[in-house]
């Protein structure tokens, strides 16, 4: 199985400040990574596929990269409706798995 | 407008059983595969099972393979998971959700709270 570990678990970050939110995976994923955000009581949403490709409706503030087993997603200006849990979800081998989350949070 | 609608959700002993349903609209529903993740109280995701589009091919993750069954009536545009042997470990919010491509998981529904307690 493969393992995806998330850093930091916490970010605590300003409106329109720069987030980078990190996943690194067991084995080699590459291209096959997704970023969700998920908000309380509420379903993720797709936000990134294959790594670097932004789901429909996405803003273009979203931005993932990465390659191999490190990939990043990069929010250039938060606004205040982007605090939420992101969680990376790898493809390249069954079992799917998601990483345990990073929580970004309004400073 | 994509619709996913799960029901059958509940509070259920350990060791029973649970059947849930997705009602899914606005899409060409027999399609595209599908999916059911949980998310335990307090936890990250986990994804549960896949199946494909005409219902052919299936996936499960080891934590619920051969007692769990993901099934779907591509008539009614409906996807269920069949759950039994039910754990306390169970315990989750259950998600179906629309597969993009291969396997992202680009619409989801509101989720359907399963709880396993005596």
């Known amino acids: 199985e493969i393992v995806l570990t998330q850093s930091p678990a916490t970010l605590s970050l300003s409106p329109g400040e720069r987030a980078t939110l990190s996943c690194r995976a067991s084995?080699?994923?590459?291209?096959?990574l997704a970023w969700y955000q998920q908000k309380p009581g509420q379903a993720p949403r797709l936000l990134i596929y294959d790594a670097s490709n932004r789901a429909t409706g996405i803003p273009a503030r979203f931005s993932g990269s990465g390659s191999g087993t490190d990939f990043t997603l990069t929010i250039s200006s938060l606004e205040p409706e982007d605090f939420a849990v992101y969680y990376c979800?790898?493809?390249?081998?069954?079992?799917?798995?998601f990483g345990q989350g990073t929580k970004l949070e309004i400073k | 407008e994509v619709q996913l609608l799960e029901s059958g959700g509940g509070l259920v002993q350990p060791g029973g059983s649970l059947r849930l349903s997705c009602a899914a609209s606005?899409?060409?529903?027999?399609?595209?595969?599908m999916t059911w993740v949980r998310q335990a109280p307090g936890k990250g995701l986990e994804w549960v099972s896949t199946?494909?589009?005409?219902?052919?091919?299936?996936n499960y993750a080891d934590s619920v393979k051969g007692r769990f069954t993901i099934s779907r009536d591509n008539s009614k545009n409906t996807l269920y998971l069949q759950m039994n042997g039910l754990r306390a470990e169970d315990t989750a919010v259950y998600f179906c959700?629309?597969?993009?491509?291969?396997?992202?998981?680009?619409?989801w529904g509101q989720g359907a709270l399963v709880t396993v307690s005596s």
């Open positions: 606005g899409f060409t529903f027999s399609s595209y595969a």
């Open positions: 084995h080699n994923v590459s291209p096959y």
């Open positions: 959700a629309k597969v993009l491509g291969p396997s992202y998981f680009d619409y």
């Open positions: 979800q790898q493809r390249s081998n069954w079992p799917y798995t």
């Open positions: 199946i494909s589009g005409s219902g052919g091919s299936t």
